[in-house]
């Protein structure tokens, strides 16, 4: 297998998935893993796009939503709190 | 309390009667809590109109975690603007629901503190449900709690609080021990718990015998219930001694049992154990006569949910016996290779019971490496479309013709 990439440049891959595709399209955590695995080939597997979704949450980046499913966004103000 | 009480006709009529009242519970809360007089307010509201006023769901939630609040706001929250913010949070409880009393007052204290005072012991999910607080008081709320011990309880879609019954902390009849693995499961998948990262929920629930006083078949993704592979244990003395007492072993033990696989000649109990379908009517019928044999374990049963997206299923048998001890890796081999096929092929807010109705039994089971049994063989004439391939040789195929004696 050829060398991985670092945690962070999967979890910015994965940031800005999200940040371009914001208003359009809810990722799962599993649509965001598929994503990068697809980006990085074999120089990235599930245990380091969990570990980039991990990053990504505790560095408050992104965080977690529910709307029916879970999903992982950028933080927003939400409709409701209005 | 300043605020002046809300008046609620309709609410009052649910204190009548002689079982608990939510309603009464809420009032007294309102004494001294803004956030429960509005709530009656709100409730009352939507018994008039025949309508909810709660909007669910959203982005609340404290620093790392994707579950364990459950975000909701009223749509009236110039009427009741103390439940403008009235989210739920989830505590993870202990395995079995045993506290000490100092315990359970510490954490109403810190609720009294943070939200409404409101709880719900325990939730369908089996944690410890706390009623209602506002955004800003989450962070603060969990930082006691984990102080005191407590961790946040799943929700959204990732794996739930495992919760379980008592098992042999009470329990002569439990087949494992429910509460040592629950524990160790809760434990184990820590980062599923509160990292959502599966096409919906997932729920483990423990029973330690076929009883399944916690419900598993009906409510757990995964339920696994205690059983047993040898014989009921007879104490014969027992048997007549319930025989002397008055109890019609004929009509109310061996007429309900629904294999048909006891006999009573007014003397001696015989069971044909091998046709038991271990369903503990005459255990619980004569305990002090009959318990579960002796080589005790678990049946892992699959694919249970409650009707939401799709209608309700009951679990059936994936493992139809299995020795629950620690280090349990053979349980959890399995659950790994579930999560892994399920969340890579799952649709969204697809339960892994719907999942294996839509892809197939057989399919599911090549997928996650299990061998088909007949005990998986949920309902009778049913088909599983399970098809022994090695049964046929290549010059067979397409004439169907099965080869014998292999």
């Known amino acids: 297998m050829a060398e991985q990439v670092k945690v962070e440049e999967v979890s910015d891959a994965m940031y800005r998935l999200i940040k371009d595709s914001m208003g359009q399209k809810k990722w799962k955590a599993t649509d965001l893993t598929k994503a990068v695995l697809e980006l990085f080939g074999d120089r990235c597997d599930k245990t380091l796009a969990k570990s980039a979704i991990r990053e990504l949450i505790e560095s408050g980046k992104c965080i977690y939503t529910y709307f029916g499913g879970s999903f992982i966004e950028i933080p927003h103000r939400e409709g409701a709190q209005n | 309390m300043a605020e002046e009480k809300r008046k609620t006709p309709k609410l009052d ?61 009223s749509d009236l929250p110039e009427e009741f603007p103390n439940v403008s913010h009235f989210h739920t949070i989830r505590i993870n409880q202990p395995a079995g629901w045993f506290y000490t009393s100092d315990v359970l007052r510490k954490l109403c204290d810190i609720w009294e503190r943070h939200g409404s005072g409101l709880t719900n012991m325990h939730g369908s999910t089996g944690d410890m449900i706390f009623l209602g607080t506002k955004t800003d008081e989450l962070e603060p709320t969990f930082s006691e709690l984990t102080e005191l011990g407590f961790d946040l309880g799943g929700s959204g879609s990732d794996v739930r609080t495992p919760s379980c019954c008592c098992g042999k902390a009470r329990c002569e009849w439990a087949c494992y021990d429910t509460m040592a693995l629950t524990y160790f499961l809760t434990m184990h998948y820590q980062d599923e718990l509160h990292r959502p990262a599966f096409p919906y929920k997932w729920k483990f629930k423990m029973s330690g ?104 299923l009951l679990s059936s048998v994936l493992v139809p016996f299995i020795k629950l001890e620690p280090p349990y890796n053979e349980l959890i081999d399995l659950v790994d290779k579930i999560h892994e096929v399920w969340s890579e092929n799952g649709k969204n807010r697809e339960r892994v019971g719907e999942f294996i109705q839509r892809v197939g039994m057989g399919n599911f089971l090549e997928a996650i490496g299990v061998e088909p049994v007949p005990e998986m063989v949920a309902h009778p004439r049913e088909n599983p479309y399970v098809f022994y391939e090695e049964y046929f040789e290549e010059d067979d195929e397409g004439s169907g013709e099965q080869e014998e004696d292999k």
Not at chain 2, 223 to 244: C, F, L, M, N, P
Not at chain 2, 290 to 297: Q, V
């Open chain 2, 209 to 312: 015998c076929p009883n399944d006083c916690v419900a598993s078949v009906a409510r757990a993704d995964m339920s696994i219930i205690g059983t047993w592979r040898d014989d009921i244990q007879i104490d014969k003395k027992a048997v007549t001694e319930y025989a002397e007492s008055g109890l019609n072993i004929q009509r109310d033990v061996v007429g309900n049992c629904p294999s048909k696989c006891m006999e009573w000649d007014g003397k001696e109990l015989k069971i044909d154990n091998k046709a038991c379908v271990k369903c503990m009517h005459c255990i619980n019928a004569m305990p002090k006569a009959l318990a579960p044999g002796k080589d005790r374990g678990a049946c892992i049963l699959i694919g249970a949910k409650a009707p939401i997206v799709e209608g309700a």
């Open chain 2, 13 to 73: 009529e649910l204190e009548k009667g002689a079982w608990p009242s939510f309603v009464k519970e809420i009032k007294s809360a309102a004494e001294k809590n803004p956030m429960a007089n509005d709530l009656l307010g709100q409730l009352e509201r939507s018994y008039e109109e025949k309508i909810g006023h709660w909007k669910h769901g959203g982005i609340v939630g404290v620093l790392g975690y994707g579950g364990g609040v459950i975000g909701r706001y």
